[in-house]
């Protein structure tokens, strides 16, 4: 009867050190995740960014290298080299969903969009596992891609849906609107097949413009072009979707990129 007392303390004890331990080397990969080289102080600018940031709450929604707000996306790496300014601007001017409008003046964007871009440059706040390896320019995705399907055999293309990716292209719609993914601001993808791709929905979008979307002026036969290039790629997407994961080369998933630490 008196082994027993030992062996359960020797086992409290293990689990002691071993918790000991996790804690040990949970505070040395906290406090050694920052920049170590490259790092330069924030100027002026910046520091007025960061004063805007502070004084419109935006924390509360919006996280900043995985600290703040859930409400809306971490904003770390949201102003790359790959966003203008005046992209982010519009939202902040704008609003966007459960976002409100912020009535901002010219230096205090400007400032924000300089903290912003030096918050970028910081460092990497979520994983990108799933970046494309190559990038084809955003405007000739989809014309680069129907060309590598077509030289496999894979799918034929018909005339009025040709017709309508050549509109799509001079317009650069795929500027904003990503082949299969998001956009950068989250523009819808319109491959999917739930998009309602019916002459009066488009017309109206097209024509009036939606949200960030401004109006174009295209006449009833391009918007049914366009509506009849979307729907083909709707039909079709099974096949372009898995070719575009090889035509862009993208990585695979690998669990060490998580920061398992940060949960």
């Given at each position: 009867?008196?082994?027993?007392?030992?062996?359960?303390?020797?086992?409290?004890?293990?689990?002691?050190?071993?918790?000991?331990?996790?804690?040990?080397?949970?505070?040395?990969?906290?406090?050694?995740?920052?920049?170590?080289?490259?790092?330069?102080?924030?100027?002026?600018?910046?520091?007025?960014?960061?004063?805007?940031?502070?004084?419109?709450?935006?924390?509360?929604?919006?996280?900043?290298?995985?600290?703040?707000?859930?409400?809306?996306?971490?904003?770390?790496?949201?102003?790359?080299?790959?966003?203008?300014?005046?992209?982010?601007?519009?939202?902040?001017?704008?609003?966007?969903?459960?976002?409100?409008?912020?009535?901002?003046?010219?230096?205090?964007?400007?400032?924000?969009?300089?903290?912003?871009?030096?918050?970028?440059?910081?460092?990497?706040?979520?994983?990108?596992?799933?970046?494309?390896?190559?990038?084809?320019?955003?405007?000739?995705?989809?014309?680069?891609?129907?060309?590598?399907?077509?030289?496999?055999?894979?799918?034929?293309?018909?005339?009025?849906?040709?017709?309508?990716?050549?509109?799509?292209?001079?317009?650069?719609?795929?500027?904003?609107?990503?082949?299969?993914?998001?956009?950068?601001?989250?523009?819808?993808?319109?491959?999917?097949?739930?998009?309602?791709?019916?002459?009066?929905?488009?017309?109206?979008?097209?024509?009036?413009?939606?949200?960030?979307?401004?109006?174009?002026?295209?006449?009833?036969?391009?918007?049914?072009?366009?509506?009849?290039?979307?729907?083909?790629?709707?039909?079709?997407?099974?096949?372009?979707?898995?070719?575009n994961l090889e035509f862009t080369q993208y990585d695979s998933f690998r669990w060490s990129d998580l920061p398992w630490f940060e949960y």
């Amino acid at each position: 009867m008196t082994s027993s007392p030992d062996r359960f303390s020797l086992s409290r004890g293990q689990v002691l050190l071993l918790l000991l331990g996790c804690f040990l080397s949970l505070t040395v990969v906290a406090y050694s995740d920052y920049p170590r080289e490259g790092f330069s102080p924030m100027g002026a600018q910046e520091r007025r960014g960061l004063e805007v940031w502070r004084s419109n709450n935006c924390q509360v929604c919006h996280q900043i290298h995985g600290f703040g707000g859930f409400h809306g996306p971490d904003l770390t790496n949201r102003l790359t080299d790959g966003v203008l300014d005046d992209e982010l601007i519009q939202v902040i001017l704008s609003g966007r969903g459960r976002m409100p409008a912020f009535d901002l003046p010219d230096e205090d964007l400007d400032a924000l969009m300089a903290w912003l871009r030096g918050i970028n440059d910081s460092g990497r706040a979520q994983p990108e596992p799933l970046q494309a390896a190559i990038s084809p320019i955003a405007s000739m995705h989809f014309n680069e891609l129907i060309a590598l399907a077509g030289e496999r055999d894979l799918v034929t293309i018909p005339g009025s849906a040709q017709e309508g990716l050549d509109l799509w292209t001079t317009m650069q719609c795929g500027t904003c609107h990503r082949a299969f993914q998001a956009g950068l601001l989250r523009e819808p993808d319109l491959t999917a097949a739930a998009t309602d791709r019916s002459f009066e929905s488009l017309y109206q979008i097209i024509t009036e413009g939606s949200g960030r979307m401004p109006a174009a002026p295209l006449d009833d036969d391009q918007v049914r072009t366009l509506g009849a290039f979307l729907q083909w790629v709707a039909d079709n997407r099974p096949i372009l979707s898995e070719l575009n994961l090889e035509f862009t080369q993208y990585d695979s998933f690998r669990w060490s990129d998580l920061p398992w630490f940060e949960y």
